[in-house]
């Protein structure tokens, strides 16, 4: 690691993956499941509760997360290293696993299987956070509201 172009590379100059990890900030952990749109099913003999996805909203506010990514190039250590781990690259940036499904969602990717770029877009952690935070506080009610009325939902018969 070379420290000296870590600490004289501003955040906004960083190109490289290296310099884009050293240059961010701390980012609040949050996850896919925060950020979902759920539904509540149980099973025929209504023992069983599932809970599941059925939407979530980093996905209508896409456009917003991709005009805010950076490209940031990989060297071939780093296309060997995250070859398909989204979720160590997030580790390594954001501090948490949590959030592989910002970046899969901002490349196009669907399956850990298709990580494999040259090239990624990503955002800096206090953009994610700032991004995330808006989108919380804005559909707060909407995940509150989906929440108490799934949990409400009671088995018939």
């Not at 070379?2 to 701390?26: C, Y």
């Not at 299987?113 to 935070?133: G, W, Y």
Request: aromatic content about 12%.
């Amino acid at each position: 690691m070379n420290t000296k172009r870590l600490v004289n590379t501003s955040p906004d100059q960083a190109s490289d993956l290296e310099s884009f990890i050293a240059s961010g900030e701390n980012a609040a952990i949050l996850n896919y499941y925060n950020f979902s749109i759920l539904q509540v099913e149980f099973s025929t003999d209504k023992t069983l509760e599932l809970h599941f996805t059925v939407d979530n909203l980093i996905n209508d506010y896409l456009d917003v997360f991709r005009e805010n990514a950076e490209k940031i190039t990989l060297t071939d250590a780093e296309k060997r290293k995250y070859y398909y781990y989204p979720d160590l690259l997030s580790y390594d940036i954001y501090g948490t696993v949590e959030l592989d499904f910002v970046i899969m969602i901002i490349n196009g990717i669907i399956d850990p299987k298709d990580f494999n770029l040259p090239t990624i877009k990503l955002l800096r952690k206090s953009a994610l956070t700032s991004l995330l935070s808006r989108i919380y506080n804005t559909e707060n009610r909407y995940l509150q509201s989906n929440r108490y009325l799934n949990n409400l939902v009671m088995p018939t018969g």
